[in-house]
């Protein structure tokens, strides 16, 4: 889900079920550095050139389908993405805008590189804060050694550090009067169901972006993107996109949920080296062997995948970074779906309740979202 300034909506190339988008921009943060005397300017420089870099390379999909040199494999996807949009805007609800009506080819792998960080004895992440899209839990890069250049001072401060690639962010609609934001050679390649769910998970941030809730913003952009992600394929997707679809989001709600596990355990021994002040080696012994037993776990879901390889390089890298980023993407959107449900799945009414939500304050929005859960669950 912000860009490189700030809050980049997440995705992983081969394993986006462990974490899902980030969302950003870059023109605004520039001016807001300029206006508050940010002493941090190189960031927002590289930030607003990598998006303006970007944005030259993006050209509208009509031309792409156009040119003769492009493949057919290419067109294939770009006009297959063109059918989503505009499913996105008659059936979803979301916004009919410039953004993802363009393509751009960056010749790289990802679009941006995201940092996060954690104590080493904390799930809560390190933030930074922007003028205008508040605070939130990473810091996102156009340049792959500027973002592990990061990591490492970082690292070198204690923290445990984590650096991922991220196919695709999202400018909250503020650049469309620009072109909006283009598809990308990052993720147009995705399986039917997940290139669906990335481009609404991208415009449900137009709907909505709420200020300093980085959990807030991802939950319901994710929840928008999993329920009409099934709906396209329901309505629209072939018999073997589903089977694909479906077997791909069994192995991503195990692994979720395997991840949930481990961050209420770890979450409870850091909580009981608080409260009962237990010495680090002793927490550290239970820490370690709470993420021992998440990757010999892991290796038994693995096997019963058949071998699929699609999470490994994450579990190998996993700390208390990774597993608290991916928590903003996981945590609410049980209690977004119920809402859905008890919307009547009416996607109008539930965009109305959910900006109803966004004006209370943090503690009360996400407390009245938990009580929705439990009522759909206890009914």
Known sequence: MPTAMGSILEYTATSRCAWARGGAWAGA?????????????????????????????????????????????????????????????SRLGLPDNASYKGYADLQRRSV?????????????????????????GYRGYFSESEARAQAAHLKAQGLEVSVYGVPAYSTLGWMN?????????????YPE???????FHELAHQILYVKDDTLFNESFATAVERLGGERWLA???????????????????QFRSLCLATRQRLAHIYKQNELQALDTPTTLAMKNEAMQV??????????????????????????????????????????????????????????????????QPAVQRTEALQKIRMERTSG
């Not at 001016?31 to 998006?51: E, F, K, N, P």
């Not at 590189?113 to 605070?135: D, I, Q, R």
């Not at 009067?177 to 390649?189: S, V």
């Open 29 to 89: 943060l520039l001016v807001a550095g300029l206006l508050t005397g940010c002493a941090d300017m190189g960031y927002y420089l590289q930030s607003v050139g990598g998006h303006l870099q970007l944005m030259q390379a993006a050209r509208p999909v009509p031309q792409w389908l156009a040119d003769e040199e492009v493949s057919p494999v290419l067109k294939e996807r770009l006009a297959l993405a063109q059918r989503m949009r505009q499913f996105a805007v």
């Open 112 to 136: 941006v590189w995201n940092v996060v960080a954690a104590p080493e004895l904390s799930l809560t992440l390190k933030t930074w804060c922007f003028a205008v899209t508040g605070c939130v």
């Open 177 to 189: 009067w620009a072109g909006g934001d283009p598809l990308l050679n990052t993720f147009i390649h």
């Open 193 to 199: 169901g997940e290139l669906a769910r990335m481009i």
């Open 235 to 253: 309505e629209q997707g072939s018999q073997a996109a589903r089977r694909d679809y479906a077997e791909l989001d069994a192995r991503r709600r």
């Open 294 to 359: 998440f990757r010999d776990d892991y290796a038994k879901l693995r096997a019963s995948w058949n071998g699929y390889a699609g999470y490994d390089i994450w579990v190998a890298g996993a700390n208390n970074a990774a597993l608290g980023a991916q928590a903003a993407y996981d945590e609410l959107v049980p209690a977004f779906e119920a809402l859905f449900v008890r919307e009547g799945r009416d996607w109008p009414r539930f965009y109305d309740v959910v900006r109803q939500l966004a004006n």
